[in-house]
Structures are given as structure tokens and as C-alpha cells.
């Protein structure tokens, strides 16, 4: 692995479905952020963790749950997935909360 | 609320300088950043000011006037491969980066 990989790269879910976007970096980043994209609109935050064993809410959170058990993984998890959740999703980690963020490549998910 | 206004897009012409603006209102001020974002990639991060006056890296500029809320990013030398959405981004008090919506530029031979 180099830098920040993110799985899958694209989905197609029911409404009223679980699902869990995987995001994994081996760059030892201690803060992790999960952001969606949608067409018109800037990068909106939904959860971050600026360490291993804490978490946060954006400004989006609704619907959406994370962990952050060690350094390396921030899985974002759609209880229960409704079409509004339609989107871009980008996961980004860096040294610390006052440092660049890097990106990884997104995972389009499509709610139905 | 927090605010952050860009152009939604913007043409030039391969080889010549373009600037694209950006201004702000935000809940405390840590930074600001740019990024570059090719379709369907993910972004990339371009520069930071923190204090006011001008960044340069290569042929990118950036600059920052925090009494006036404005930045601007400055592209010289145009290339095709420039052709991309341009996102600025403020840190604000709480750490957490606020997005504009990003501005498509669009290169011309």
C-alpha cells in the first residue's frame, strides 16, 4: 500500500441497506477525515478522527457512524442507506489536525 | 455561518496567467488552503497561507489578505493539463476545513 486506498471504488445500493466504505493509510497519519462531494457543492465533512481511538462529527453526520480501532483504518458505515446519501465519497488523513490533508481516490456510491 | 465564494468556472488560454479568487467568512481563521482537483480524482493539495501576503511555488501563486477575507490563486504559464477545478478551503476554529464549491478552469489552445 502507498499513501491512502479507499474500497470499493464504486457501488450501486438498495435503499434501506447496510454498507461500509473501507479507507486505509500507511503513511502512520494520525487524523483521518471522511468527506462527501456532490455536484455544485464543496467537500462536506461528515466524521473525523484526529487520533486512534477518538472520533468526531462534521457538519453532515446524520446517517452515517465511524470507528477509528487503530492508526491505520477509518471504515464509514450507512446504517441504513437512503438515496440523499447518493454521492462521492473521499477519505483524507494527515500528520495532524493542522497539517495538508491527503486524499484517497473516492469510492461513487449510488443509493436506490 | 461559514461562507466560502468562488467563481463557479473560468476560461483562459494556454500560456498565458489566470487568477482565481476566493473569499471568505468563516468562525475563526488557521489557514487556508488550495487544491487542485482533475475530474473524476481526487484532490490535491496545491498551498497554505496562514499569514498575508504571497506563497509562490513554481509557476502557482497564492495569496492571502485575512482583513479582507480574500485569497487568490495565480496560475502562470498556462498547460492544458492545468485544466482542472480549483477548491479553497479555510481552517477554522475548530480545526475542521471549510470547502468552496471549487472553480472549473478550462484551458484553450
Known amino acids: 500500500i502507498a499513501g491512502i486506498t479507499q474500497a470499493p471504488t464504486s457501488q450501486i445500493l438498495a435503499a434501506g441497506r447496510r454498507m461500509t466504505l473501507r479507507c486505509t493509510q500507511d503513511?502512520?497519519?494520525?487524523?483521518m477525515y471522511w468527506y462527501r462531494q456532490d455536484l455544485g457543492l464543496g467537500l462536506r465533512l461528515i466524521h473525523y478522527?484526529?487520533?486512534?481511538?477518538?472520533?468526531g462529527k462534521g457538519e453532515v453526520p446524520d446517517g452515517y457512524s465511524v470507528s477509528r480501532a487503530n492508526t491505520d483504518d477509518f471504515p464509514l458505515t450507512l446504517a441504513s442507506a437512503v438515496p440523499s446519501q447518493t454521492s462521492v465519497y473521499f477519505c483524507?488523513?494527515?500528520?495532524?489536525?493542522?497539517?495538508?490533508?491527503?486524499f484517497g481516490p473516492g469510492t461513487r456510491l449510488t443509493v436506490l | 455561518g461559514q461562507n466560502i465564494d468562488q467563481p463557479t468556472e473560468m476560461t483562459a488560454t494556454e500560456g498565458a496567467i489566470v487568477q482565481i479568487n476566493c473569499t471568505y467568512q468563516?468562525?475563526?481563521?488557521?489557514?487556508l488552503f488550495w487544491y487542485q482537483q482533475h475530474a473524476g480524482e481526487a484532490p490535491t493539495f496545491l498551498s497554505y497561507?496562514?499569514l498575508d501576503g504571497l506563497e509562490e511555488k513554481g509557476r502557482f501563486s497564492s495569496f492571502l489578505s485575512r482583513s479582507k477575507g480574500y485569497s487568490y490563486l495565480l496560475l502562470k504559464e498556462l498547460q492544458m493539463k492545468d485544466s482542472a477545478s480549483y477548491l479553497c478551503?479555510?481552517?477554522?476554529?475548530?480545526?475542521?476545513?471549510?470547502w468552496g464549491a471549487g472553480t472549473k478552469l478550462i484551458i484553450k489552445p
Open positions: 483524507a488523513s494527515s500528520l495532524g489536525p493542522n497539517n495538508e490533508q491527503f
Open positions: 503513511m502512520r497519519h494520525n487524523a
Open positions: 478522527s484526529n487520533t486512534a481511538g477518538t472520533t
Open positions: 468563516t468562525s475563526g481563521f488557521n489557514g
Open positions: 497561507n496562514v
Open positions: 478551503a479555510v481552517r477554522d476554529s475548530n480545526y475542521q476545513l471549510i
